[in-house]
């Protein structure tokens, strides 16, 4: 027996509008009525990994221990692998397709010290007549069944950590003294988190040339969004410690027309 | 006492913008503390009894063991009967208004074995002024009770199964060897469900014709998703064991202009 | 030791879309594994105090005993307090900023009787590195310690009650035989709630002539949405014990084209 798990955490692309996350809840419950569900969100953007992977890395650093289940599978029919890692010397596992959703937030967790393939048919719930629905029927079982003490070597034979999909985080880079960056996430206030740690911009001075397309804005360094002037354009360490680009009380995004994925150049001004 | 349930199951049409599903959640809280409330959704179309119906059958096989309570109500203030419905020999009792909301779960769950009308006021919350708003003041206090070990002849006079408004499930039929559908849902990557088993499409072959008002497209049976080219329709079962028409990373519900209501001709090419 | 609390509520107007939700829940889930979590609303829309404050005071007769947490606050980063308020003789507090969101339910609770500002930074989570982010850094945590039994004393000094920020509840008056009125909130189907107390309309007659803008309508007085015929305008008490401009069946809203905020006279017919 594994060490039994608690606390079910669960973030997918499956939206809300419907049944489906309840049933999810239902399957956690039905398995393992001692376990509380947390769900992290359930809004990433249809088949969108990497969004998913950097929701996921972002909240790691706070979830509580236990199972982290990541159903965001553009890949569901194919042959991709449905997997389980653990992390943390075993105080946490992340279940998922090995398709890079996993792999950032186990990367900040450390690494992954076991993983294995959920092939156990046993720990699966039974079809209801077409294809599996690999988060129902495969990755919350498994989930749940971690928590009633199931091992992780029951659910499916191990696997090679090092041939695990890799992650999809940008990295920036320096060209002709501008830092070329990329929008990593808008929250519901119109802030854009950049691929960018406060280091990167240090010697770019308080006012920085913002890029985005052939459109060029002045930002300014700022310490709080109170310091800002209305409508005036900061670039701020947020509170995940990254670069942002943010109004006080406005959308920056709307303001710069950027979205997640966008490429944003970084400079000081000539 | 009856048996106590540990577990309630939401489904209502009153969306998440404002405090109201919380309201719910607290209500249950107060009365029930032990009990879990598990959200199936609260974001049924306003008044949609059809396609909160569906949801909750939908969702029925995978629900833990409770009470479930619907909220679509579109005859709030009405003379329409609020109800408490035992199925599974006990196992669970679904509670809502008498307009064919629960009725194609009852059915699924193998029919009433018991149905009281929920009239006693000592288990309702005191109206705050207005008229009752049914979900808040009678239903969910009556899920609560329940779980606090109440017993269903407790909570109102027996009402004769038979007497229930039906559910409103649309049934198929053949006409001039064209099968008359109905799209029944579309999740949020715009698989449209429609109300066809697999055994109805015996003999009508690999390609389908698909025929939407005035428009013809050729729909290919599908295992997988990944057995799709780009942009190609399929037909496949899906995770609930009915066809669905379905593209590979896209939306067919998009593609082919459909909702859920719609009709779906579906034929053996000419 | 205060007397340990084991319920947590949450308003905020972060959203559902990415994973800040689900950090709030896990934040509680750490430090406070018995807690139970009750979601009121995470969709006050962004930075609007007023808006929540009214959800919060709609929802306070009905929360669970514990402690409640407001988040909305558009003046993250300046100096403005964060405080916490005891309520109901101990029953319950409410953990937010100083800036009125609390107000409206301190005051439907009955007024204050400790407030302390959270200052103790050793229960605050550690900044991740750029600004505190109150809601997640301060505000949770400091519910979540206190659901451990910590006393609110040892959250932070004493504040004074009569130096909170009031609440922004609009109040109605008379002008020329007009009631000047404004609407408070538009729930999901279109219903527009009014500041108006059901005994402010004594003597306006079963017909009352509502005007918005320059648009002049009548409205009847209803007990119920099926007393309305289609398309007719009702002002009926609600669920909450206010006034609410209504349709049978169709937004109100939507037909007079007002939303929260909006001014709207009420008179009798000349």
């Known amino acids: 027996m594994g060490q039994p798990f608690d606390t079910v955490s669960l973030l997918t692309d499956i939206g809300t509008a419907d049944e489906q996350v309840g049933v999810l809840r239902s399957v956690v419950r039905s398995i ?29 650093q706070y979830l509580a221990a236990g199972v982290v289940v990541g159903g965001v599978d553009p890949g569901g029919g194919t042959s991709r692998r449905v997997i389980a890692v653990e992390v943390g010397a075993g105080q946490s596992v992340l279940v998922g397709p090995d398709n890079g959703l996993l792999a950032p937030a186990v ?8 993983v294995v393939e959920l092939r156990s ?23 749940a069944h971690l928590c009633n003490g199931v091992d992780l070597a029951e659910l499916g034979p191990a696997v090679d950590p090092f041939s695990l999909v890799p992650g999809l985080v940008p990295l920036t880079r ?16 119109g802030n854009a988190q950049l691929n ?30 109170a310091s800002l ?7 701020m360490v947020d509170s995940y410690g990254l670069m942002s680009l943010v ?13 997640p994925g966008a490429p944003v150049d970084l400079s000081a001004p000539k």
């Open 32 to 60: 393992a009525p001692h376990a509380v569900v947390i769900d992290i969100t359930h809004e990433v953007a249809p088949y969108d990994v990497r969004a998913g992977g950097l929701a996921l890395v972002r909240a790691a």
């Open 107 to 114: 990367s900040l967790c450390g690494g992954a010290s076991r």
């Open 121 to 143: 048919l046993e720990h699966r719930l039974p079809s209801a007549g077409g294809p599996t629905f690999a988060t129902r029927d495969i990755l919350v079982p498994a989930a």
């Open 174 to 189: 320096v060209e002709d003294e501008v830092l070329k960056a990329e929008v990593l996430w808008v929250d519901r206030f």
């Open 196 to 225: 960018v740690d406060p280091d990167e911009l240090k010697g770019f001075g308080d006012r920085l040339t913002v890029t985005v397309g052939s459109a060029t804005r002045t930002a300014t360094a700022a310490v709080t969004f």
């Open 229 to 235: 002037a209305p409508g005036q354009l900061g670039l």
């Open 247 to 259: 109004l006080d009380r406005g959308s920056a995004a709307d303001e710069l027309g950027i979205s």
